[in-house]
């Protein structure tokens, strides 16, 4: 057996059929011996390793894409996805004594303490023939929304963002069906897409959101939904402006049977108001509006504002597995946000956010480095190669997050998290990017 075939053995690739193979694949990432990202073999070559057909490894690879746990990239060949679908253990992100701005946390100083409110809550049990949603928080999420003039027609309660993205596209979606997202773009969206079987369709975009130019030449692509951020985009910081908003919804008028999707993660700590593509321009939408980002992570929730037919299929559905969102953190919710000292800290919250993530910019654009965020907790800056720039700023005590996981066909750069960042700190660590970059040769110029 050649050295080659001995290490696919030790990776546990093997089987007869297109099945054993995969889940022998599928066995390997769950115990780590195939790690995320991990390249494969081509097809001919692990056919040969394992004296079968071409057609069978071609087969078993294929099953895997459909589970979402392989990728096809090009020149880099079949890999292991970033995040597979599988319970699996991952190393830590941030090396203790590290400084993160890599895994886009809020600042857990500028959230709120939950055990005043906790005491509170009304102690009746619920039962199964209760409303799933809370109606005193749907009330409040509407007069949320429609302050903010965001269209109403149907609420729903979801266990967040990412939970409400995956249930609309599944009340409308097929799996082979595309998907239009943001590049770069929200890894959760982007590893939630590939898990369901979909097909990405990448959109350009630039500070105000996706380019309609390149909305418009997904959906000729195919593409059957969209999923956008209207602020606070995760890496980059974009956020919707009013010509945007309007050019994105002309380009969607020609288009009415798309579904789109905005993901609203941050609300009010995004510190850019809010606006939206949906309610009118298609047929079928969804705004999935969270509180992890001003709230707490913990709280697990977020509000669906839809077309009624979309939050009808969406609880219809919830109705059958998950029945409801605790209505325990359906009240503590509601609680929080009828609360005056709440709702007044988030106010100053998001101002908090914009002065570390414009004192960052600042200080980068004092060294020579392009940086971009108009809105929410990162910011993004375009570099020449991301790997090495990554390590050495690790070396200093700065975990950041290269751009990779959060490309598809766009160039390379950081995601800096400067949510828990002081403003006082951000010269220092503009000076330590800054002598990175002139080691690595690795920023771009501003």
């Not at 459909?66 to 292991?80: D, K, M, S, V």
């Not at 909305?215 to 985009?233: F, H, K, M, N, S």
């Not at 009013?242 to 609203?264: F, G, M, Q």
Request: charged share 20%.
């Amino acid at each position: 057996m050649s050295r080659t075939g001995q290490n696919r053995r030790r990776e546990g690739i093997a089987g007869e059929t297109a099945v054993e193979i995969a889940e022998s694949v599928e066995d390997g990432v769950r115990s780590g011996r195939l790690t995320p990202g991990a390249a494969l073999p081509t097809v001919r070559a692990l056919a040969n390793e394992l004296a079968v057909s071409p057609t069978t490894v071609a087969g078993a690879y294929r099953i895997l894409r459909e589970r979402g746990l392989l990728l096809t990239a090009g020149r880099r060949g079949t890999r292991i996805a970033p995040a597979p679908p599988v319970h699996a253990a991952l190393a830590p992100e941030v090396p203790d004594g590290t400084l993160d701005l890599a895994t886009g946390n809020p600042d857990a100083a500028l959230l709120p303490r939950l055990g005043p409110f906790l005491g509170k809550l009304d102690p009746a049990p619920h039962l199964y023939s209760d409303e799933i949603h809370a109606p005193e928080l749907l009330e409040l999420a509407r007069a949320r929304l429609r302050a903010d003039r965001l269209p109403t027609p149907a609420l729903g309660v979801v266990s967040g963002a990412l939970d409400g993205i995956e249930r609309v596209l599944l009340s409308r979606l097929r799996p082979g069906d595309r998907v239009a997202v943001e590049d770069p773009g929200f890894t959760g969206v982007l590893h939630l897409v590939r898990a369901l079987g979909l097909g990405i369709v990448p959109m350009a975009i630039d500070d105000s959101g996706p380019l309609p130019d390149a909305l418009e030449a997904a959906l000729r692509a195919g593409a059957r939904a969209v999923v956008l951020t209207p602020r606070a985009q995760n890496p980059t910081g974009a956020a919707l402006d009013p010509a945007r908003a309007r050019a994105l919804r002309t380009v969607l008028e020609d288009h009415p049977s798309v579904l789109v999707i905005e993901d609203d993660h941050c609300d009010v700590a995004s510190g850019s108001p809010a606006r939206s593509v949906c309610g009118g321009a298609t047929e079928h939408w969804a705004i999935v509006r969270s509180v992890s980002k001003t709230l707490g992570p913990d709280l697990r929730l977020a509000v669906l504002s839809g077309d009624v037919e979309t939050v009808s299929r969406v609880s219809g559905r919830q109705r059958l597995g998950s029945r409801w969102v605790s209505h325990i953190l359906q009240e503590l919710v509601s609680a929080l946000w009828q609360d005056r000292k709440t709702l007044a800290a988030l106010e100053k919250v998001a101002t908090r956010y914009s002065e570390r993530r414009e004192a960052v910019i600042a200080a980068l654009a004092g060294h020579g480095i392009r940086a971009c965020g108009r809105s929410g907790l990162n910011v993004w800056v375009p570099v020449a190669e991301e790997t090495a720039l990554v390590q050495r700023l690790a070396n200093v005590g700065y975990a950041v997050k290269a751009g990779e996981v959060f490309r598809i066909d766009s160039p390379p750069a950081i995601r800096v998290t400067t949510a828990s960042l002081p403003v006082g700190a951000a010269p220092a660590f503009a000076e330590a990017f800054a002598s990175a970059v002139g080691a690595t040769g690795g920023a771009l110029p501003a």
